[in-house]
C-alpha cells in the first residue's frame, strides 16, 4: 500500500510554549533569583504577560540584570524546573500518536535546548544569551523571539514537518502567545491571563493533558 502524503496522514503539529506552560516557572525569573533581581524581573515579567509593556524592550531591561552571572547558573536553573502537572502524560500521548512537538519560548536556549533534549523534543526556538569569558554580559545575541517570531516558528515547524496550518495546535499563556495562537488552526489558552483566553479557541485550567480533551485531539478529520 502507498502510504500517505506526509500532510493527510492524520498528524496534528502541536506547539508548546514554555515558560508558565510546558514548566511551572519563568526561566527569567529563576536566573534572576541568582542575580538578586527576582522581585524586579517578576513585575516585569508579569506586565509584560499581560500584555501592557512591549515584549522586547522588556526582555532587554530583565536581561539586563543578568550581567555577571557565570554560565554555572544554566545548569543551576534547569535543575530547578517543574514541568506543569499533565505534561510529561500528553508529551507521552503525542508520542504515541506520532504527532510532533515543538517548543517555542521567549525564554532561554541555554535552558530550553538541554530541556527539550530531556523531553525528546527535536524542534524548539527560543533567544540566546550572550556569555562573554564565562560570565553572561546582560545582552540578548541574534533577534528576539516575541509574538511575531513565535508565530514564524510555527510556521516553519509546520512547513519542515509538512503538515498544513489548519492542522497546528499552539498551546500559551500569555500575551507573547497572542500570535502563535492566532496563526495555529487551533489555539489553546492554558492558566493563560485574560488577553490571551478571550483570543484562544479554547481555554484549559488544571493540567496540561487536560488539553487531551478537545476536540482536535479527539478527531483526525480536521480542526
Do not use: C
Not at 511551572?24 to 538578586?36: C, D, F, N, P, Q
Not at 516553519?156 to 509538512?162: L, N, R, S
Not at 500575551?175 to 479557541?201: C, E, Q, S
Amino acid at each position: 500500500m502507498t502510504p500517505l502524503p506526509r500532510a493527510l496522514d492524520g498528524r496534528r503539529l502541536v506547539v508548546l510554549d514554555v515558560d508558565s506552560t510546558l514548566i511551572t516557572a519563568e526561566v527569567i525569573e529563576l536566573l534572576a533569583a541568582h542575580a538578586g533581581s527576582r522581585a524586579e524581573v517578576a513585575d516585569i515579567t508579569e506586565r509584560a504577560m499581560r500584555g501592557e509593556l512591549d515584549f522586547a524592550a522588556s526582555l532587554h531591561a530583565r536581561v539586563a540584570t543578568l550581567a555577571g552571572l557565570p554560565v554555572s547558573v544554566f545548569a543551576d536553573v534547569l535543575a530547578e524546573i517543574t514541568l506543569s502537572p499533565g505534561a510529561t502524560e500528553l508529551l507521552a500521548e503525542l508520542a504515541r500518536r506520532g504527532w510532533p512537538v515543538a517548543l517555542v519560548s521567549g525564554g532561554f536556549l541555554e535552558v530550553v535546548g538541554p530541556l527539550a533534549q530531556r523531553l525528546g523534543v527535536t524542534r524548539y526556538r527560543a533567544n540566546g544569551l550572550e556569555v562573554a569569558d564565562g560570565v553572561l554580559t546582560g545582552r540578548v545575541r541574534g533577534p528576539v523571539v516575541d509574538r511575531a517570531g513565535k508565530a514564524a516558528a510555527l510556521r516553519g515547524f509546520a512547513a519542515d514537518e509538512e503538515i498544513p496550518l489548519e492542522r497546528t495546535i499552539a498551546i500559551g499563556d500569555g500575551a507573547n502567545d497572542l500570535d502563535m495562537l492566532t496563526v495555529a488552526g487551533f489555539g489553546i489558552a492554558f492558566n493563560a491571563k485574560p488577553v490571551l483566553a478571550g483570543r484562544a479557541d479554547a481555554v484549559v485550567r488544571g493540567r496540561l493533558d487536560d488539553v487531551l480533551m478537545l476536540a482536535p485531539f479527539r478527531t483526525t478529520s480536521g480542526v
